[in-house]
């Protein structure tokens, strides 16, 4: 699942969803600044990690409410600087979401592919 | 190529916060040759730590940081 291709590989876990919105943020942040230090980096949403994706909710909440910007644009941050994000079929079926409801390009894997990811990585960080 | 102390991009990053002065820094980068230097100034108050970890992590040679005021210049010298 990693390409080997960064200087080191750092895997995020985020399990905090639409309900704790000043918990959303910082993992895709800290992500981003991983992979601009040259690391390959993912971020495994589970639990209720996956309603953060959720194609009409990116826009409408943010780490500081009706201030500051919203999630959508600590997404793009991220992706812009190649961080992969990865879910799971258990935690979409968890919230009632299939992957159709998330924005693009988010991965579908499995518990075996998450802790090989994880045995492989230089980091596993979770939030 | 020759080393030159004139930084061949500038790149400002003040008023940002963390992670923007890593990733602007990361993406000019990608644009100079081997040897050239770039210098990033930038208000967060945590880039000194974090200019040592992204070059350590890149292999990007930090030059130096010196501080005017609030703002941080961070001159870096890209890796041959």
Same mark, same amino acid.
């Given at each position: 699942?990693?390409?080997?291709?960064?200087?080191?590989?750092?895997?995020?876990?985020?399990?905090? =969803?639409?309900?704790?919105?000043?918990?959303?943020?910082?993992?895709?942040?800290?992500?981003?600044?991983?992979?601009?230090?040259?690391?390959?980096?993912?971020?495994?949403?589970?639990?209720?990690?996956?309603?953060?994706?959720?194609?009409?909710?990116?826009?409408?909440? =943010?780490?500081?409410?009706?201030?500051?910007?919203?999630?959508?644009?600590?997404?793009?941050?991220?992706? =812009?600087?190649?961080?992969?994000?990865?879910?799971?079929?258990?935690?979409?079926?968890?919230?009632?979401?299939?992957?159709?409801?998330?924005?693009?390009?988010?991965?579908?894997? =499995?518990?075996?592919?998450?802790?090989?990811?994880?045995?492989?990585?230089?980091?596993?960080?979770?939030? | 190529?020759?080393?030159?102390?004139?930084?061949?991009?500038?790149?400002?990053?003040?008023?940002?916060?963390?992670? !923007?002065?890593?990733?602007?820094?990361?993406?000019?980068?990608?644009? !100079?040759?081997?040897?050239?230097?770039?210098?990033? !100034?930038?208000?967060?108050?945590?880039?000194?730590?974090?200019?040592?970890?992204?070059?350590?992590?890149?292999?990007?040679?930090?030059?130096?940081?010196?501080?005017?005021?609030?703002?941080?210049?961070?001159?870096?010298?890209?890796?041959?």
């Amino acid at each position: 699942m990693w390409t080997g291709e960064g200087e080191g590989k750092v895997l995020y876990v985020h399990t905090h =969803g639409v309900d704790d919105p000043g918990r959303c943020a910082t993992p895709f942040f800290l992500a981003a600044a991983a992979a601009a230090s040259d690391c390959e980096v993912a971020i495994y949403f589970t639990m209720y990690g996956p309603t953060l994706l959720q194609t009409d909710v990116v826009d409408k909440i =943010g780490p500081k409410g009706d201030r500051g910007q919203p999630l959508a644009y600590f997404i793009d941050q991220a992706r =812009g600087v190649g961080v992969r994000f990865l879910v799971c079929q258990p935690s979409l079926e968890l919230n009632d979401l299939a992957l159709e409801d998330l924005i693009d390009d988010v991965e579908m894997i =499995g518990g075996a592919a998450f802790n090989d990811l994880a045995i492989e990585a230089d980091a596993v960080v979770s939030f | 190529m020759a080393e030159s102390d004139t930084p061949a991009e500038v790149v400002d990053c003040v008023g940002m916060q963390c992670p !923007l002065p890593v990733i602007k820094i990361a993406q000019a980068i990608k644009g !100079l040759d081997a040897g050239q230097l770039l210098e990033l !100034l930038a208000t967060d108050p945590g880039i000194e730590p974090d200019m040592h970890a992204w070059t350590r992590r890149t292999k990007n040679e930090l030059v130096g940081i010196t501080k005017d005021g609030e703002v941080f210049h961070v001159l870096v010298r890209k890796a041959g």
